[in-house]
């Protein structure tokens, strides 16, 4: 069984940074693509971004391109979402997810094409 587990989360005025990371086990982490949704009160879940197996390739919702960044250690078994310029917009739970097919050579966007969910992380922006 693969546990996906986020931290980082917190609250951050408008215009700062915070860095989530998500853990991963139960399975070969450098194998699946990984990606980042966030769930805002009252909205339906939405991509953020999103990293290939290898990490060389990349996506973003354009709400955050320029902003965030994400990143991946396979050695760490760990992916990384970096946020700066940070907007009360951005305030959501956010979640990591891992990818249902090895080596997908394509960077999924849908949510239903990620088989793990890690159970959230709370970032709050002020104004």
């Known amino acids: 069984q693969v546990q996906l587990v986020e931290s980082g989360g917190g609250l951050v005025q408008a215009g700062g940074s915070l860095r989530l990371s998500c853990a991963a086990s139960?399975?070969?982490?450098?194998?699946?693509?990984m990606g980042w949704f966030r769930q805002a009160p009252g909205k339906e879940r939405e991509f953020v971004a999103a990293?290939?197996?290898?990490?060389?390739?990349?996506n973003y919702a354009d709400s955050v391109k320029g902003r965030f960044t994400i990143s991946r250690d396979n050695a760490k078994n760990t992916v990384y979402l970096q946020m700066n310029s940070m907007k009360p917009e951005d305030t959501a739970v956010y979640y990591c997810?891992?990818?249902?097919?090895?080596?997908?050579?394509?960077?999924?966007?849908?949510?239903?094409?990620?088989?793990?969910w890690g159970q959230g992380t709370q970032v709050t922006v002020s104004s």
């Open positions: 139960g399975r070969t982490f450098s194998s699946y693509a």
């Open positions: 997810a891992a990818d249902r097919v090895p080596f997908r050579t394509s960077i999924l966007r849908r949510l239903n094409e990620y088989e793990y």
């Open positions: 990293i290939n197996w290898r990490g060389g390739s990349t």
